[in-house]
């Protein structure tokens, strides 16, 4: 079954370094995501991505985030300049269309530990 | 907030019994999923319920939606020691297309 795939599973990272996690979105799907979850606590929304543009983003996606699709595979999340705060288990999505059906399927996750 | 509320925050049960965890949430949604994750483990989809459904079957899971209250419930019968897992309800809204998280319910079965 296809699934969406994260890379690296776990990175620990000196604080103010930058940061690249990397997806592999399911390959027919069209929109792409990036959660989060800090340990302990709810899954939280970070941003949406559509036709090569951001759709939706939350609050927490904030300047030193940036998202990017490099080529017909990849999909990034950048951390520019990492706080202790961003320690957190990153998610990738995908899903197929927009519509009242549209099952979001998420990766296993990149853990990003800040010290 | 848009987020859903899952209730109860925690739930255990032994194996074999039915588990039955609620969701609620605030606005219009286009749909609701549950999923499932393992301590430590990525988010596996369960089900899709559409704003128009009311209720859906998957294997042993069950889901209801009442969208005049705003709530759904997802039931899982002859619970099994590896349901253990916590259950998140999350929510599409409408016009929109990201997920809406709720807190998530601990389940525990116990052998």
């Known amino acids: 079954e296809p699934e969406v795939t994260q890379t690296p599973s776990h990175q620990v990272t000196q604080m103010g370094q930058e940061v690249i996690l990397r997806c592999v979105p399911i390959?027919?799907?069209?929109?792409f995501y990036w959660y989060r979850q800090i340990l302990g606590q709810k899954v939280e929304f970070l941003v949406s991505?559509?036709?090569?543009?951001?759709?939706?983003k939350s609050e927490i996606f904030d300047d030193q985030f940036s998202v990017e699709r490099p080529d017909g595979s990849n999909f990034t999340l950048k951390i520019r300049s990492t706080k202790l705060e961003d320690s957190a288990m990153y998610f990738c999505?995908?899903?197929?269309?927009?519509?009242?059906?549209?099952?979001?399927?998420f990766g296993e996750g990149s853990w990003l530990t800040v010290v | 907030s848009q987020q859903g509320e899952e209730d109860p925050q925690a739930l255990s049960i032994q194996e074999g019994e039915n588990a039955t965890m609620n969701c609620s949430y605030k606005?219009?949604?286009?749909?609701l999923q549950w999923y499932r994750q393992n301590s430590g483990r990525g988010l596996v989809h369960l089900i899709l319920?559409?704003?128009?459904?009311r209720e859906k079957h998957s294997g042993r899971l069950r889901v209801t939606l009442d969208t005049s209250k705003k709530s759904s419930s997802l039931l899982i019968t002859a619970s099994r020691a590896a349901d253990t897992a916590s259950y998140f309800c999350?929510?599409?809204?409408?016009?929109?297309?990201?997920?809406?998280f709720g807190t998530g319910t601990r389940l525990t079965v116990i052998p």
């Open positions: 606005t219009s949604i286009n749909n």
């Open positions: 991505f559509y036709n090569n543009e951001i759709s939706e």
């Open positions: 999505a995908s899903s197929l269309d927009g519509g009242a059906g549209n099952t979001i399927y």
């Open positions: 319920i559409r704003s128009n459904e």
């Open positions: 390959s027919n799907h069209l929109y």
């Open positions: 999350a929510t599409v809204l409408t016009g929109a297309n990201n997920l809406f």
